[in-house]
């Protein structure tokens, strides 16, 4: 490709304010457990590799639940876009989510270093019903739900094992279900109080050698593995509404006994949650801002703080048990710190140790419903308590109604025998007190998508919401009124207006998955899990009239596989017209089909072409292997070619055994002829939809596609950007990389892959250039593809001081040298949240963003207790 002497690209932009999409409140966060340790007496090692980052789950008061992956790589420690979210759960329509709680599938085949992964896990939620709902991970949908036989379900915990299930019930009593082999049953219920039982926690677990006088490891078993039947659960603690904490015995199902916490006024305090160390100590935190120690033998106060100035909500214990972090309604953090006495004769815990409050920070602007902590502390008895790295800085997560979770890297201050590592990359300093938060952008759509489409020849922007759809029409521009040598796009409006244009309730069964507008205005479609829905649109002399195409469902079923119990779901997990707006390419959202359909014209009916099942294969017909990436990995990296000719090599036949894989994004060419489909298994195929055909496959990624699209000035070419904030270019016609886009992609500047956000779309201008802008929740980067690798000119001092040395000199300064490199990769920071970006017109941008203000404005005033001139 040619190269450009200079780069005086420009656009008008239209910076859209008044999309009046509001995220949820995050009300429950939760990181999976760990395997149980040795219980042979075994002295705990150290780690012989980095533990990896377990996945983040996020639960949301419209009911859906956010899965969030690490996105650096196995022996990557340092991360700076942290977790993103790999995939959304779909929750019932209304539904909310109190609780989250996961467990590990099959305990006993997992190992001790072992950190479990998406597919070892269980996800179990509860949200103020007397039902208990639990996942399907691979699906993205509700797999079983089990009622609690009591009520409301205020709490839930599984036990250390994860081979028990215990429920705090509206009825005063405990409910344990069992979860042995993948299944979920009521076990038993233990007696009934006269109180709700708001949270719950299980005790330290005890050896069954110990507990059962069996004879020392080294003589009792010559097996080398263990068991987790060695493992037995001793007693159970939760927290009431009548002001009082009460512990159970578990081989009983009765109350042993009961701490009584303070009261005002003769007002029943509530204890809102409790957790328990390894040594029986348990942390109590109530509605009086206090967070209390009881020892579990005498079930007597050993310390008090008042921590906070309202309720304490949620409490979250480091890794080695040595700090505990409590919040809540106040919006402050606050840290407990075991620390060393001097005198161990006269301390209130009979030993060398005691609690103190070390510090607190406030990260939110109103409550914090939950916190969570990674890696997640083990409540097993001190003499089997799990090594970490001293090395490596804990993280600590934190969401409530201010709809962002907060990660702050949380290292003892102790620590300070060698260099902490940050993985957040925020700062040097790993220290709660004193390191850098930050803070994970809201996405308008599932698994990190826009719910933002834009129309651009009616001139449409669609927002999808929880169950309804909002229109507004953009006016376009009559003079673009950018002239800027040095920033691309222009935070003025210039006389553009918008006016709102429709405004559609929906009848659905879950909360909205996927939805679009075609380009010319004429047809609007949208999903829940179950059922997709079409509609053509009527321009009547002000307002839009949609007309549903009710025969789209069942049309949609008779090219869908059927089952003998029901018939197939047709809910899409993403939509994408093609720019002549005569087809429509959706995928299914629980089955992963790909379904190609005509949407017809005049008064005839739309018709399925062709339905595509690839991205439910394991593998795919492999050909042509000379179409491999060097920088991927090797592992399912083949290019397929289904019409590849005698000659071009010879195909092998892989396994092609259904998986469930939920495809999250897709891309359609400029000339209608080619589609890009990405699944969350990191899977991207492309079609040729001139002759409804697959074309081929692209190598495994090592993180999921965030945004894909293809380029105006070469339809077949296909930018790739990842979670990672990592670029790939592949040249859909050929079947490969090709060469010249390879240095680029192999030395991106530091300052792009090392932004904290990811990137979330990739917008391109239907005018012929080179350049792609990527965006992400508060940047916007202009990228030319055709340019040489540079580091990107961000500094304008050192451009002026390169140019003065060169009018001084007579000589050409070495920034002048690399001008083009300088032009590339432009960023432009000013625009924050982004919602979308995309192209209205040749020259002419929309960038709509919502600020955090705006939306917090909605939200009851958050808490606020003067200190001075009270009365």
């Known amino acids: 490709m040619a190269v450009p002497t200079a780069d005086t690209t420009t656009f008008s932009v239209h910076r859209c304010r008044f999309v009046d999409y509001t995220p949820s409140a995050i009300t429950a966060l939760a990181f999976p457990p760990l395997p149980l340790p040795s219980v042979k007496g075994k002295k705990p090692e150290a780690p012989r590799k980095v533990l990896k980052f377990g996945t983040l789950a996020i639960g949301r008061a419209n009911g859906n639940i956010e899965l969030c992956e690490w996105t650096g790589t196995e022996n990557q420690i340092e991360a700076p876009q942290a977790w993103v979210v790999r995939k959304t759960l779909s929750g019932p329509y209304p539904s909310k989510v109190d609780t989250l709680a996961f467990a590990i599938r099959y305990p006993d085949l997992l190992g001790r270093d072992e950190v479990p992964t998406v597919e070892d896990l269980r996800l179990f939620s509860a949200g103020g019903g007397s039902e208990l709902v639990e996942w399907d991970l691979e699906k993205g949908c509700v797999k079983r739900t089990i009622p609690s036989h009591g009520g409301s379900i205020w709490c839930i915990a599984p036990n250390p094992a994860s081979t028990l299930l215990a429920l705090g019930c509206e009825d005063g009593s405990v409910r344990i279900l069992t979860l042995a082999d993948d299944s979920i049953m009521h076990h038993r219920r233990f007696d009934r109080v006269k109180s709700r039982l708001l949270s719950i926690a299980w005790g330290p677990p005890v050896p069954r050698q110990t507990a059962s006088g069996a004879k020392p490891p080294s003589e009792s078993s010559d097996e080398d593995e263990d068991s987790l039947e060695d493992w037995s659960d001793s007693w159970i603690v939760t927290g009431g509404s009548d002001s009082s904490l009460r512990k159970w015995d578990v081989a009983t199902g009765r109350v042993v006994d009961r701490m009584g916490t303070d009261k005002i006024r003769g007002e029943r305090t509530l204890v809102w949650s409790v957790a328990v160390l390894g040594d029986g100590t348990i942390v109590s935190g109530d509605s009086l801002g206090m967070v209390k120690m009881w020892e579990s033998r005498t079930c007597t106060q050993l310390q008090s703080f008042q921590g906070h100035g309202a309720d304490v909500l949620c409490l979250a214990i480091g890794p080695e048990g040595t700090t505990i972090y409590s919040s809540g309604v106040d919006q402050k953090i606050t840290q407990l710190s075991l620390v060393k006495t001097g005198n161990s004769e006269k301390s209130i815990l009979r030993s060398s140790s005691r609690w103190v409050q070390s510090t607190s920070r406030r990260m939110h602007s109103h409550d914090v419903r939950a916190l969570a902590i990674w890696p997640p502390y083990i409540a097993v008895p001190p003499s089997h308590n799990r090594i970490f790295p001293i090395d490596i800085s804990p993280i600590l997560a934190s969401g409530g109604l201010d709809m962002s979770v ?110 679009a507008v075609s380009d010319d205005g004429r047809w609007i479609v949208a999903s829940d899990l179950f059922e997709s829905k079409l509609f053509s649109l009527e321009q009547d002399q002000v307002e839009l009239k949609p007309r549903r195409v009710r025969e789209f469902p069942s049309i949609l079923q008779a090219h869908l596989p059927h089952s003998r119990d029901e018939e197939p779901s047709t809910g899409a997990s993403v939509f994408s017209f093609t720019p002549d707006s005569s087809k429509l390419v959706m995928a299914t959202a629980m089955s992963g089909h790909i379904l190609v359909v005509d949407l017809g014209s005049g008064d005839a009916k739309p018709r399925v072409l062709r339905r595509f099942d690839h991205h ?57 002829q080619w589609l890009a489909s990405t699944d969350d298994r990191c899977r991207t195929h492309i079609f040729n939809l001139d002759s409804v055909q697959h074309h081929c496959v692209l190598p495994t990624f090592p993180q999921p596609v965030h945004a894909l ?153 958050a808490y606020f207790k003067p200190k001075y001139g009270a009365t």
């Open 616 to 672: 439910r294969m394991r593998r795919v017909l492999v050909v042509d292997k000379s179409a491999r990436s060097p920088d991927l990995d090797a592992e399912d990296v083949e290019m397929n070619r289904e019409n590849a000719s005698e000659g071009e090599g010879e195909p092998v036949v892989a396994d092609d055994s259904p998986v469930t894989a939920t495809v999250t994004r897709m891309a359609v060419s400029v000339d209608g």
């Open 406 to 515: 907060v990660l702050t890297p949380a290292a003892v201050p102790t620590s300070t025998i060698a260099k902490i590592m940050n993985p957040l990359a925020t700062s040097t300093v790993s220290t709660f007190e004193d390191s850098y938060h930050r803070r994970m952008a809201y996405c308008s759509g599932p698994a990190n998508t826009s719910g933002l489409s834009l129309a651009r020849q009616a001139g449409l922007l669609m927002c999808m919401h929880d169950d309804s759809l909002s229109l507004w029409r953009v006016l376009k521009k009559h003079k673009p009124s950018v002239d800027d040598e040095n920033v691309d796009i222009d935070p003025n409006t210039g006389s553009g207006g918008w006016s709102k244009v429709l405004e559609m309730d929906l009848s659905v069964r879950s909360n909205l998955t996927a939805s």
């Open 709 to 861: 699209a293809f380029v105006p000035s070469n339809a077949s070419i296909l930018v790739l950007a990842l979670a990672n904030n990592t670029l790939h270019i592949f040249d859909a016609e050929s079947r490969q990389f090709p060469d010249w886009a390879r240095p680029l992609c192999a030395s991106l500047p530091a300052r792009f892959t090392r932004l904290h956000d990811p990137v979330l779309g990739v917008a391109v201008d239907a005018q012929p250039c080179a350049a792609v802008l990527l965006w992400g929740s508060t940047w916007i980067c202009k990228v030319r593809l055709d340019a040489p690798v540079g580091w990107g000119g961000f500094s304008k001092k050192r451009r002026r001081e390169s140019r003065k040395l060169a009018s001084g000199s007579g000589r050409v300064g070495a920034d002048d040298q690399r001008g083009d490199q300088q032009t590339n990769f432009k960023l432009v920071t000013h625009y924050r949240p982004i919602l979308f970006v995309g192209f209205l017109a040749p020259g002419e941008m929309v960038v709509v963003e919502r600020p955090l203000v705006d939306v917090l404005t909605k939200l009851p005033p």
